[in-house]
């Protein structure tokens, strides 16, 4: 079973920046791709971002050119890094992992920006 465990969430100002991160454990972390959703309060589950196992990455027009998904192979980390943060990125950040035909969650990682 594949463990997925978030950290770096917390309480930001409006333009500040944190750095959320995605550690994997308890099996052959071989993914097809890891992504990045959040859910705010009465909102559905929303991609925010997302990286397949050959590099590639993928965004939500909302955060286009103000996030960057990223990994580090030998930490098993995948990382989204966010900058010019808006209250309306406020929500729970979740990250998840595809290997063949499973899908793997983490718990989430609170995210608030206000002033």
């Known amino acids: 079973q594949l463990q997925l465990v978030e950290s770096g969430g917390g309480l930001v100002q409006p333009g500040g920046s944190l750095r959320l991160s995605c550690a994997a454990s308890g099996m052959s972390f071989d993914y097809n791709a890891m992504g990045w959703y959040r859910q705010a309060p009465g909102k559905q589950r929303e991609m925010v971002a997302g990286?397949?196992?050959?590099?590639?990455?993928n965004y939500a027009d909302s955060v286009k050119g103000r996030f960057t998904i990223f990994r580090d192979v030998s930490k098993n980390t995948v990382y989204l890094q966010m900058n010019s943060l808006k209250p309306e990125d406020t929500a729970n950040y979740y990250c998840n992992a595809t290997i063949g035909s499973l899908l793997f969650w983490g718990q989430g990682t609170q995210v608030t920006v206000s002033s």
């Open positions: 990286i397949t196992s050959g590099g590639n990455t």
